[in-house]
Each structure stands twice: as structure tokens, then as C-alpha cells.
């Protein structure tokens, strides 16, 4: 088939795209830029802006199937930061990739989607309940990002309903692993705290953000595009959950990154800084019934893999430079 990954510069489209290759699929890959740590095995790498439509008519023609992973997107801080360019840049793109898909006659069109579409007033404590797709309306998002995420769910069944295109609407529940960005202030806390332990001395310390006791569930990346692949095949045109169903505290992130790296650090705790909701998990019980399967990497497994990745970065990074 012939395949568009739009966002392959990114940390899950660029996964994806391996991925795709790997099945023998022709893929063409679209972004404003490549990826960050190594090339893409995209067989055509289109660097583009896709807030544009022209561009998005050029990215989708003769494709079979979209996966539609350009945004613009970040860590909590960075949502929490830039909602006006943020919500207009992400409706740009999500709205004009689906008039394009429509135009182009794709076959297939996957949005990722975000568990920041559920209702703040669901995720107030850190015991939360697992969140049901059905749930997120009546709506109470979150600000930005959250908005946009369920406008565009909305627009992408509207695309469903009225052109008959055949679509996939996946919220995803905190994806993490190697290749994703650590720094510079749009990583997630998988990565920030990653980052944070492999440049800490053992013994010594680490920033936490919050105090700690929010509780969230995190989904290795290689669960997440089996999880995309399967679910692109199933037929399901609703929004479906995918992420795992294993709460963790922020704290039990921390401890875990901390045995994967082997040091044993003191956490300190920064509650001025944003937090996102209390807690937060995945219902997966249409994900089981719609594909037979649901992610099983251990948080123990992706982090250690993940954890190895950035530290390797870092020493590469502050290997000094031969002239
Ligand atoms: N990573 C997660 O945990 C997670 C969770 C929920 C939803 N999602 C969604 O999955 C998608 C991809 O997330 P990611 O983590 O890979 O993000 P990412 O930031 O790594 O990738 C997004 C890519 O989109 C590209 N992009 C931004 N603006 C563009 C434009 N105008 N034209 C073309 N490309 C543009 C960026 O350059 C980047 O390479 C996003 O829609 C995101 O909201 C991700």
C-alpha cells in the first residue's frame, strides 16, 4: 500500500514509519523537518508546513492510507504555555489534512487523538477511575490542546458521517520511549525525568514536579504502533482508548527510572510547576473487544529501555569534539 505518515519528523510518526517499511509498504513521509536522532526510511520525505492546504493536497494524493501525527505538541509546560498558537496551528492542520484526505480519495485516515479530551472533573484525585470512551462528553477538556483534540474528533466522525470517509480516532494515553525528545522543553516526563537521573550524581538529587502523587498510566511506543496498526484494521470509526491500564504515581515513575539507572537519588519536589490533572488511567475494554489485544510492555521493561537511550544520548552529547 501506499501510506502517508504525516509528522514522520516526530517521535511516534517517525516509529511508525519504520514500522510500515519493515511490512514492505511504500511510505510517504511529511514534516517541517526530519527527524532529530536518525534519518527516516520514508521513501519520499516531503518537508512541508500543513497548516497550508495546498500542501496537504500534495501530501495525501495517491495515498491508500493517512496517519495523520503533525502537531504541534509538547510536555505539560509547553501545552500549559501556548494555547492561542498551539489550538490554531493544530486546527489548521487536522482541518485541512481531512478536507485533503477527502479530496485525495484516501482509502484510510488515522487521528491521534488525546486522553487530555476527557473531563477535567473526572481526573481530580489521584484514585481515579478508568476512563471510558463515552465520557467525554458532556465536555470539560483540557484548556488548548485538550479543545482542539476534541473538536477535531468531532470534525473527523463529521468527515465519517457527511464524505464517507472512512476514519480511526485513537486517544492515546501517554506514549513514551527511545527516540523522543528529552529536552529543550517540549519532552514529557518519561523523558524530562530520564534526563533529569542520567545527569544526577548517585546519591544526590532530583526535581519532581508537583508533589509527586499524581497518577497516570504510560504506554511503551512499540505497544502503541501495534496498537495504532491493529486498530486501523479493525473498521472502528469511534474514538477508542489506547495506553495501558497500570497506574503509576509520578513518585513510582521516578523510583522506576532510578533502578533502571542504577542511583539511588532524594526527590524534590516542585509544586509551583504545572501538573496536568490528578490522575488519569485507560479504559481498555472496546480496545480488547474491537482488536483481541491490549498493550503489555511493563513500565520496568520501556523504561530501562528508554532510560539506556537518553543516557547514551547525553554521553554522546558531552563526548568532547576532536578537531
Ligand atoms: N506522545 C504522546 O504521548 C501523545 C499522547 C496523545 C496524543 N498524541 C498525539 O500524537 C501526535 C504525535 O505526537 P508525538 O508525540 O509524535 O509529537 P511530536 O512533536 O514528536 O511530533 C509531531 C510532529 O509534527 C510536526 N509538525 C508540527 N507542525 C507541523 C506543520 N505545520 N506541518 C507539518 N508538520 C508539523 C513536528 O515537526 C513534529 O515532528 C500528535 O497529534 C499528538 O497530539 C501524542
Known sequence: ???????????????????????????????????????????????????????????????????????????IGYISNNHASL??????????????????????????????????????SEDVTPLKEDEAIPANPEKGYGWEKLFTEQLTGYYHEECGLDVRIVR?????????TYDGGREKAPAAICRKVAFAHDGGHVEVWGNGEQT???????????????????????????????????????????????????KVYDPAKPLGVRGRNSDNSILRATTGWQPSISIEDGIKATYDWIAAEIAKALQPVRV
Open 1 to 75: 500500500m501506499n501510506i502517508l505518515v504525516a509528522g514522520a519528523g516526530g517521535f511516534i510518526g517517525h516509529h511508525l514509519v519504520n514500522r510500515l517499511k519493515a511490512e514492505g509498504h511504500w511510505v510517504r513521509a511529511a514534516d517541517t523537518g526530519h527527524p532529530q536522532f536518525e534519518p527516516s526510511a520514508a521513501d519520499e520525505f516531503l518537508v512541508t508546513d500543513l497548516r497550508r492546504l495546498e500542501n496537504c493536497l500534495q501530501a495525501t494524493d495517491g495515498m491508500d492510507d493517512v496517519y495523520q501525527f503533525a502537531a504541534d505538541m509538547g510536555g
Open 216 to 266: 497516570r498510566s504510560f504506554c511503551y511506543i512499540d505497544d502503541c504502533i501495534e496498537g495504532l496498526l491493529k486498530i486501523m484494521e479493525s473498521g472502528y470509526t469511534k474514538p477508542i482508548n489506547l495506553g495501558t491500564d497500570q497506574l503509576i504515581t509520578v513518585d513510582g515513575l521516578v523510583d522506576a527510572v532510578c533502578r533502571a539507572a542504577g542511583k539511588r537519588l532524594k
Open 87 to 124: 489550538t490554531r496551528n493544530n486546527t489548521l492542520i487536522s482541518s485541512h489534512m481531512l478536507e485533503a484526505a477527502r479530496v485525495s480519495r484516501v482509502r484510510r485516515y488515522l487521528y491521534p487523538s488525546s486522553a487530555c479530551v476527557y473531563p477535567v472533573f473526572l481526573q481530580d
Open 172 to 180: 492515546l494515553h501517554n506514549i513514551y520511549g527511545p527516540l523522543g
